[in-house]
């Protein structure tokens, strides 16, 4: 997976037996596994890097769910498997808690073959990442996902790294994980509002880079909220598959990657007028997304049908597709909070905010965008 | 500089005009500018990345003493410049002196781009290059070494890292410069007693891969002890090249990097011995090579001249040749101190000793030896 050109979806047949991305990276090249049960399929954990001691990165939620299951997986290929539980929640990704698992590792003098594995969302996956990536300069490490939302997305692109108090993600390392191990079964846990946000990474995926893939969501919207195994697995690799594509491209984030932000600069500002947590990131990305579309076919890059499409995929996996009211009683006045919000986005060069818009076709571009165009997109989408 | 057999030595025709070497890895190629005076040639700063703002990390000693020039050479390239000054010495290369390098950085709102330049010796270039490895995932940094040590040695590389209350350089990354900028003038005020130890490293890269070099040296002592700007510019010249095609071989340390290390392990027993920071490191490397070149004779590896020529020419430089006594009032008691020591060492495996061992024709090799002819090594070599 690093051609120029997305191999066409080819989603037939269904089945419920796991399967695998390859990744292509030279040298740091590693295989994405999908499916059901994987953690009791012996053949997942083969062929990882050899070392004496195994280390478990989790937090205190996941853990008690699954930590013993996976070091039942782990146990015939390690000596010594130790586990180290974080807080839970994004406030804690931060240098404190690196230090933490570093600490850890020290004293239970884990050397430079030790393979480390995060089993958790993406907070846990990203410090256990950058964990990894610094321990004497760099040891193994291999993810394994138990949300959608990091199956689809944030496993896959090899960024890891913690927060800190001036901004998101600000300190950190581009390293890539030995191995990614979705087993879709974790999914029997995830709470349904944690789940239909992870969906809207999955949906995101059809408008910026393949409307086959979309169309097939569509028909299969049914079978996505009931969890089916087979199309649970040929949704999930098929979003690694488009991430793997984009990232290949762009690996270390210059210009392609951009457009894996479809719904996100809508999306922020919900997340952050709202207050972190009040509403999950997909859910912000789902009403960003039908505000994304409708920009997109306000400046005629794409016809009607896409926003529609989108509206009524997004309300079928329970999702929403208005955004909220951030404080204010004017609906002219929301939308300008709303304005002022994605100025302040890092991802905004000196005050102007750039849009990831859609064609229709399953291509992606980013624009910047007329002020008033953007107030009447906003205000259009607020709830009643 | 990539090659599977190092270029012979050419050192003549001596010149004092600036040099370069070229490192060779790929999209990680960067160049090492040899020269006195290039602080001010304006050659040495042009094609540097561009960006808004640079960065200078240094020390309360070097900074005084540099920064101005430092920034007088940047002021054409970068708009702002901002200075952070560590405080000096092994003791604050730790996490929170990293913290404080990364919270300047995002105080000032450094962004992608940002250049940071390393002003000092060691410890600075493996602290500023660790904050580049991880100010937003990686922004380019240029090395600007103040030591012989630091020029011949630490800046080239990749290493870079901290160290933890349980081990030295346990938290760290392999990144590459953008560009070395090695300006002998620097040595003008060195003192004597760190040059020398600067020169024990020069004089490594003989015996390990080049005694053509070596043989050079021995007809410059002179000069070098006067700091002779020619002889300096193609002793420093070729130690970057001996050492640039060792890790050119083994990036990231598994097998024959492990030769840099000659002298070493006697060597880091003395400085653990006596307390860090009585012996220099340089100092204790140096009465070092001589023990691991008689060790290599009694194995039968060289004839009596290579410990005999090491010996006189660490002497003419000014470097100890023997080793100190540890605490003890018998000489074998001594002897087996050092023993004890190298037992703790982190590069000894499972408790077994690895000395790096010549041949007296500029080729290396690793080895264990028995106890009980290190013991005789050391007590031959102790200071009476």
């Avoid at 199309?231 to 894996?260: F, N, P, Y």
């Avoid at 207050?275 to 039908?290: D, K, N, Q, S």
Wanted: proline letters at 4%; glycine letters at 10%.
């Amino acid at each position: 997976m690093n051609n120029t050109v997305l191999e066409p979806f080819k989603p037939e047949p269904l089945a419920t037996q796991a399967t695998r991305v390859s990744i292509d990276l030279g040298a740091r090249s590693y295989d994405i596994w999908i499916g059901a049960g994987l953690w009791s399929e012996a053949a997942a954990w083969q062929g990882l890097p050899k070392a004496a001691m195994a280390v478990v990165v989790t937090n205190t939620t996941v853990g008690p769910l699954y930590a013993d299951a996976l070091k039942q997986a782990l146990e015939p290929h390690y000596a010594r498997i130790e586990v180290v539980s974080l807080a839970d929640g994004e406030q804690f990704k931060d240098m404190a808690h690196l230090q933490q698992i570093l600490d850890a590792m020290l004293e239970w003098r884990a050397d430079r073959k030790t393979v480390v594995f995060a089993l958790g969302g993406g907070v846990v996956g990203d410090m256990a990442g950058f964990a990894a990536a610094c321990y004497m300069r760099g040891v193994p490490f291999v993810q394994v996902p138990t949300t959608l939302l990091s199956q689809v997305d944030s496993s896959v692109g090899g960024k890891t790294g913690v927060n800190h108090p001036l901004g998101k993600n600000m300190i950190g390392a581009f390293y890539q994980p030995a191995r990614v191990i979705c087993d879709l079964d974790v999914f029997r846990t995830l709470p349904a509002r944690e789940y239909a946000a992870g969906l809207a990474e999955v949906i995101k995926y059809g408008p910026i880079a393949d409307m086959a893939f979309f169309g097939w969501l569509e028909g299969n919207a049914e079978a996505l909220v009931a969890r089916d195994v087979a199309v649970l697995t040929a949704a999930v690799r098929r979003s690694c598959e488009i991430k793997a594509w984009v990232v290949g491209q762009d690996e270390r984030e210059g210009g392609l990657r951009a457009i894996l932000n479809f719904g996100h600069t809508f999306g922020h500002a919900i997340e952050t007028g709202m207050g972190y947590g009040e509403w999950l990131h997909g859910e912000g990305v789902a009403a960003g997304m039908v505000m994304a579309a409708d920009l997109s076919q306000r400046l005629g890059l794409c016809d009607a049908r896409l926003p529609q499409r989108l509206r009524n995929m997004l309300q079928q996996v329970g999702l929403p597709v208005q955004g909220p009211w951030l404080g204010a009683e004017e609906r002219l006045a929301a939308a300008q909070r709303y304005l002022a919000l994605m100025r302040l986005d890092k991802k905004a060069e000196a005050g102007a905010i750039r849009f990831v818009v859609v064609s229709g076709q399953g291509l992606a571009q980013v624009v910047e965008a007329p002020d008033a165009m953007v107030l009447e997109v906003v205000q259009q989408a607020l709830t009643h």
